[in-house]
């Protein structure tokens, strides 16, 4: 959830909401069903494409709040 919440302060204000279906292990860590902070929870999207400065937001979260070292 924390790396939601960071996205959403990136995206501009104006951007128009993006819709998620969250499922798999990402969805298992919010619900506190997967509680290992080592386990993948990468979320996958499928749907249109994004314009440049939402790609970079998103980037920018994956390797702040979601980069696991192995």
Same mark, same amino acid.
């Given at each position: 959830?924390?790396? %939601? $919440?960071? &996205?959403?302060? %990136? #995206? +501009?204000?104006?951007?128009? +909401?993006?819709? &998620? *279906? $969250?499922?798999?292990? *990402?969805?298992?860590? #919010?619900?506190?069903?997967? =509680?290992? +902070? !080592?386990? $993948?929870?990468?979320?996958?999207?499928?749907?249109? =494409?994004?314009?440049?400065?939402?790609? !970079?937001?998103?980037?920018? $979260?994956?390797?702040?709040? %979601?980069?696991?070292? %192995?």
């Amino acid at each position: 959830m924390k790396a %939601l $919440v960071a &996205l959403d302060a %990136l #995206l +501009p204000k104006n951007q128009r +909401p993006i819709h &998620l *279906y $969250v499922v798999c292990g *990402y969805a298992l860590q #919010l619900n506190q069903v997967r =509680t290992d +902070p !080592h386990a $993948v929870a990468d979320v996958d999207y499928v749907g249109e =494409t994004f314009d440049i400065d939402v790609k !970079h937001a998103i980037d920018h $979260v994956g390797r702040q709040e %979601l980069y696991i070292e %192995l």
